[in-house]
């Protein structure tokens, strides 16, 4: 549910900048425009009841006061501030949490670096291989299930639909369910330990040929499975922590407080400062000016809504099923399919220009050319007399002074 734009952004000019504008699908339009129309529709109606019914009033004088009093409050400074923390906050989490979203390329690489087929047959190898690769499937699903809605609900909503997906046995759900944990607990971190339960019963330290790894092998493998279970558990302590909850209904309450008065704000300015006949050319004018102002507000509130958890169902949260899906397709090209024998002599030696396109010499003839220091153009621009050498003593220059 990612919404990319970064291949429509690569050149920065006036029809980009355009066309981002006008995008919908995750969009700032998409997220505030049921909260911009409550608003302008709210500032309509308080326009009618002044119009129709306080204006030229017992209640006129009181009003006036009332609204003087709103427009004179220091609220502006305050709402930034409270915004630009809260947002930057929430941003900061969830861009740590795509960091610990780690891809399991690393421990399959290190598999492949260090497992010897030849200490077992070619069958129990195999089975092995694909063993592994269904317990990291196992563990990114367990870990995505406790953490996604779209995962729990749609995809895996128990435990038994894993098992008929084949990436869990009946024995091993049983096995799993027998220990004292309970059901409701986080279960992600058994499949690594089975992973290391197969490597250590087939790892033979003073018999180096049965052994599947080497001693130094093995030990990293061990190490790199406990770093990638180590930081996935991080998801889930950014899931089970969140920012207080009072935090974030404090900045919405004063949000939505502060777009309420608003109304009264922009009343004040339009009856008190304009002093002119047409009502509706101040409305027009001063609606204008301010819907601009609260537009930001009302997106600054619920872009930092939406980040506050990266693992539901708004346009920009992870796409946690694409994840699951290009895991499966990478561990199985990776373990159960490598590429033993890999082109390395090439009868053509390398050339020492690379080959262009003539659209590809167009761009490099743009370029500024190549790498060098910012000060190299002060070196060619000097002048002769200045790269003259010059030995200079000052001691022996304070003794002719």
């Given amino acids: 549910m990612t919404v990319g734009y970064s291949l429509a952004a690569a050149t920065a000019n006036a029809t980009t900048v355009v066309r981002l504008l006008l995008r919908w699908h995750g969009s700032v339009w998409q997220l505030i425009y049921r909260e911009s129309v409550v608003w302008i529709l709210l500032n309509a109606f308080a ?15 009181a009003y006036k006061r009332f609204l003087y009093k709103m427009d004179s409050l220091p609220i502006e400074m305050t709402l930034i501030f409270l915004l630009s923390f809260s947002t930057s906050t929430n941003l900061t989490r969830w861009h740590a949490t795509f960091g610990l979203l780690v891809w399991p390329e690393n421990v399959a690489m290190m598999f492949n670096v260090h497992f010897k087929d030849s200490a077992v047959s070619p069958n129990v190898a195999l089975r092995i291989r694909r063993t592994i690769v269904r317990y990291l499937m196992l563990a990114y699903i367990l870990l995505l299930r406790d953490v996604s809605s779209n995962i729990r609900i749609h995809w895996f909503p128990t435990m038994e639909k894993i098992v008929e997906c084949g990436l869990l046995t009946s024995q091993e759900l049983s096995l799993m369910r027998s220990s004292r944990m309970k059901r409701t607990a986080c279960h992600y971190w058994i499949p690594f330990l089975w992973i290391l339960q197969i490597v250590k019963k087939r790892y033979r330290k003073q018999n180096k040929k049965a052994s599947v790894m080497t001693e130094e092998g093995y030990d990293q493998f061990v190490e790199e499975i406990i770093s990638t279970r180590g930081t996935l558990g ?6 089970w922590v969140p920012l207080p909850l009072a935090l974030t209904q404090t900045i919405t309450f004063f949000v939505y407080c502060t777009l309420f008065g608003n109304i009264f704000r922009l009343q004040s300015r339009i009856i ?3 002093k002119t006949n047409s009502h509706a050319e101040a409305i027009i004018v001063q609606g204008i000016s301010n819907c601009f102002l ?14 506050v958890n990266p693992f539901g169902e708004d346009p920009d949260d992870f796409e946690a099923e694409y994840l699951l899906e290009r895991h499966c397709e990478v561990l ?30 167009l761009i490099g003839s743009r370029c500024s050319g190549t790498m060098v220091a910012s000060t190299q153009a002060i070196s060619q621009n000097m002048r002769k007399e200045d790269k003259k050498v010059v030995y200079f003593n000052p001691i022996e220059q304070k003794k002719n002074q």
């Fill in 294 to 307: 609260n537009v930001l507000y009302i997106a600054w509130l619920r872009i930092s809504q939406v980040i």
């Fill in 272 to 274: 008190l400062q304009y």
């Fill in 234 to 239: 991080d998801i889930l302590s950014y899931d």
């Fill in 332 to 361: 199985n090209t990776m373990l159960c399919s490598p590429q033993e024998e890999v082109p390395f002599a090439y009868k053509k030696p390398a050339e020492d220009v690379l080959p262009h396109t003539l659209a590809s010499v």
């Fill in 47 to 61: 326009s009618c009841i002044y119009l129709f019914i306080v204006k030229d009033s017992s209640f006129d004088d």
